[in-house]
């Protein structure tokens, strides 16, 4: 009896042992998101150009951050996926809003301004929907 439930424990082991939790799965993008928010937070004030640049390269980054997660969760992916177009959507607009700031290319900034508050608002949208299915079953 004893080798029966040692060889179950083992397989099981084996088999989810190893595979990460959606915990810790959730813990991994709160931690890219918490990282970018703090970022973007420092500098959301800022009227120097190569700063504003510097936070879109941070976005950048926290883009391709978010894409190479290693998540299993189905759900969990889509929230990751979500993250990595919203930051990646954050620089290429901070980019050309810059760019369109330095040309005073009026019509450009405003549509700059237009797709940043539309990813000002799809961003937390994620963040929520993601917090309540990270809190659902634990």
Do not use: H
């Amino acid at each position: 009896m004893i080798k029966i439930f040692t060889l179950i424990f083992l397989l099981t082991f084996t088999l989810f042992g190893c595979a990460e939790t959606k915990v810790s799965q959730c813990q991994k993008i709160i931690l890219i998101t918490k990282n970018i928010a703090q970022e973007s937070e420092n500098n959301r004030q800022t009227k120097d150009i190569q700063k504003a640049l510097k936070v879109a390269d941070a976005f950048e980054e926290a883009a391709q951050n978010m894409k190479d997660l290693k998540i299993s969760d189905e759900q969990l992916v889509k929230y990751q996926l979500g993250f990595a177009e919203v930051y990646q959507g954050y620089a290429q607009t901070t980019r050309q809003f810059v760019a369109a700031l330095q040309k005073k290319d009026i019509p450009t900034l405003q549509l700059m301004q237009q797709q940043l508050r539309q990813l000002g608002r799809k961003e937390p949208e994620l963040g929520e929907a993601m917090n309540r299915y990270c809190q659902s079953n634990l």
